[in-house]
């Protein structure tokens, strides 16, 4: 899938994000090594803290479905910075593919391709539990 197609499946996520408190619609589109795409949004809880962003949405679809290896996930929302994944999140995505890429994209089409690693450089991983 190009880089067009898959930040496509993460805006269009972006309507079906449930954000009644923060107004902020986070879609996320989930590439896995075979190609399959998970797609996922925020889905915001009135607690707040049981919240879950978009990214981990498509990761934990993903994960329950049995695949756990990851090319790139694509991210969008609908300002036009960009709006990379937080710590929680890059540390759930680091857990099964610490080498994936990551991709921002904005509403006028902007688009910038991270890697994970410097995303989160001195990852804690499952190695070092061993
Ligand atoms: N959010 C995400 O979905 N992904 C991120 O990486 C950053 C933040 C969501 C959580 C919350 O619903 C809203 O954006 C505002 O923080």
Redesign the pocket.
């Known amino acids: 899938m190009s880089t067009e197609e898959l930040c496509q499946r993460a805006v269009a996520m972006l309507d079906l ?1 449930y ?1 009644p ?2 107004h ?3 879609g ?1 589109a989930l590439e896995c090594e075979d190609g399959t795409v998970f797609t996922g ?4 809880n009135a607690a707040y803290g049981p ?7 498509a990761v934990f679809k993903a994960v329950s479905e049995g695949y756990r290896c990851f090319t790139r996930i694509a ?1 969008a ?1 609908r300002s036009e910075e960009f ?4 710590g929680v ?1 890059r540390q759930v995505l680091a857990e099964f593919s610490p080498d994936m890429d990551v991709l921002l994209t904005t509403p006028s089409g902007k688009t910038k391709t991270l890697s994970l690693r410097e995303l989160l450089p001195y990852t804690f991983a499952s190695a070092m539990l061993e």
């Open positions: 994000a954000v408190y923060s902020f619609p986070v996320a949004c925020n889905i915001e919240t879950n962003c978009a990214e981990r949405t991210i929302s709006c990379p994944p937080c999140c």
